[in-house]
Nanobody, 115 residues
Framework: QVQLVESGGGLVQAGGSLRLSCAAS????????MGWYRQAPGKQREVAAY???????NYADSVKGRFTISRDNAKNTVALQMNNLKSEDTAVYYC?????????WGRGTQVTVSS
């Protein structure tokens, strides 16, 4: 069973920065994609960023140029550096991993961007 724990969420002013981290644990052999999706009230779920096992990164247009995703395969961790945050970035951010044919996600961490 894969378990994910996120950290780093909080309150930040518009234009500020925040770094989210996620650690995966369990009987893992090799993880495929790792990423972050977010959900805000009244909005559709959106994958903000993900990174493949080979290190190829992908970003939603809404965060491109502002967010940077990275991973440490040895530690089974993934991080999301968020810069120049905007109010529309406010959401619960969930770490997820693709392991085999299954997708696992954490409990989420709240990110609130104030004006």
């Amino acid at each position: 069973q894969v378990q994910l724990v996120e950290s780093g969420g909080g309150l930040v002013q518009a234009g500020g920065s925040l770094r989210l981290s996620c650690a995966a644990s369990g009987r893992l052999f090799s993880i495929n994609d790792m990423g972050w999706y977010r959900q805000a009230p009244g909005k559709q779920r959106e994958v903000a960023a993900y990174i493949t096992s080979g290190g190829i990164t992908n970003y939603a247009d809404s965060v491109k140029g502002r967010f940077t995703i990275s991973r440490d395969n040895a530690k089974n961790t993934v991080a999301l550096q968020m810069n120049n945050l905007k109010s529309e970035d406010t959401a619960v951010y969930y770490c997820y991993v693709v392991y085999g044919l299954q997708v696992y996600w954490g409990r989420g961490t709240q990110v609130t961007v104030s004006s």
